[in-house]
C-alpha cells in the first residue's frame, strides 16, 4: 500500500515546478483546436506553429528533446512545467486522463483523486 | 542574382516560420502588401493550407498539415531549379554546432534566471550572443546569394540583442522578436527547406 500515484512516463526535467490537468494529445497542427486552458500538453515534438498552445497549456510533455529542445525553451519562458524527452508517451497517456506533471522530477503521474 | 521566390509562396512560408500570426505580421515577415497577402491567405485557406484559429485570445493563421507538405513540395522545387541544394546542406551543417551553442547560451540563461523577477544581463550571455550573431552572418550571406527571402535573420537577431541591455525579455521571450525567436526562425527555416525533420 503506497500514497503514491503510479509514474505513467518518465523524461527530462526540463522546466520546474508540478501542475496538474486533463492530457490532451496532439498529432498535428489539425488537433489544436482541441487544446482548452488548463490541459496538458503532451505531443511529439513542437516547433513555432505550437507556441500559442503554450499559453493554454498548465503543463508540456513530449517524446523527444532535452533541456535545450524548443518546447523546454518556450516552457520555461511561460513558466510552465515540462519533461520532455519522455518515451512513449503519446502511447502511455489517454487523451483527457488527469495527470500531474513535476518538471522538477521528470515524471508524470496519475491525478486522479482529490485535485 | 539571388532568386527572389513568388509571393504565395512566401505567405504560405511566412506562416510557417511565424507559426501562429495574423494577417498583418504574416505580410511584415517578407514586407508583403497586407491586401495582397490577405488574398493569397483566403485562397491558401480554401485549398485547405492554412488555418484561422483563435487561441487564448489571439485570431491568427497556422499551417495545415496539407499547407505544410504542399509547401515542401513548392520548396524542394524552388531549391532544385535555383541550384541551391549544395549550399543551403552545407550551411544547414555549419549551423547545428552552432545551434547547439546557442540553445546551450538560452538555457544557462533561463536557468540562471529563474528566480530572479528581474535578471541583469550577464556579460557572459551578451558575449556568448554577440558570438553567435557573428557567426550567424557568414552563414546567412551565403543562403541569400542562392535565395533572397533568407535575409534578415542577422539583422534581426542584432537588434533583438541590442535591446537586451534594457530588457531582457529580448533575450528569449516569446512576445517579441527575440535572439531565441530569430535563431529557432532560421533553424526552422532551413529544415522546411531541406524537407528534413528537427
Known sequence: ?115 | MPHASPTDLLVLHAVRLKGFADTDAVAARFGLDVEQTREDLLDAQAYGWVTRASFAGLTGWSLAEAGRRHGETRLQEELDRVGARDTVTAVHEEFLPVNSQATQAFTSWQLGSMNTATPPVTGDVFGQLTQLAAQLRPLEDRLVAHLARFGGYHRRFAWALAQASDDPVWITGTEVDSCHRVWFELHEDLIATLNITR
Open chain 1, 1 to 115: 500500500m503506497t500514497d503514491r500515484p503510479p509514474v505513467l512516463v518518465t523524461g527530462v526535467p526540463s522546466s520546474p515546478g508540478q501542475a496538474r490537468g486533463p492530457a490532451r494529445l496532439m498529432r498535428s497542427v489539425d488537433d489544436f483546436a482541441r487544446m482548452r486552458p488548463g490541459d496538458v500538453l503532451v505531443c511529439r515534438t513542437t516547433d513555432p506553429a505550437w507556441t500559442p498552445l503554450f499559453r493554454l497549456a498548465a503543463a508540456v510533455v513530449t517524446e523527444t528533446g532535452g533541456l535545450l529542445s524548443h518546447a523546454a525553451i518556450v516552457a520555461r519562458e511561460y513558466r510552465i512545467p515540462a519533461v520532455v524527452g519522455a518515451a512513449h508517451a503519446m502511447s502511455q497517456l489517454d487523451d483527457g486522463t488527469p495527470v500531474c506533471v513535476d518538471g522538477t522530477l521528470g515524471t508524470v503521474t496519475a491525478a486522479n483523486g482529490t485535485p
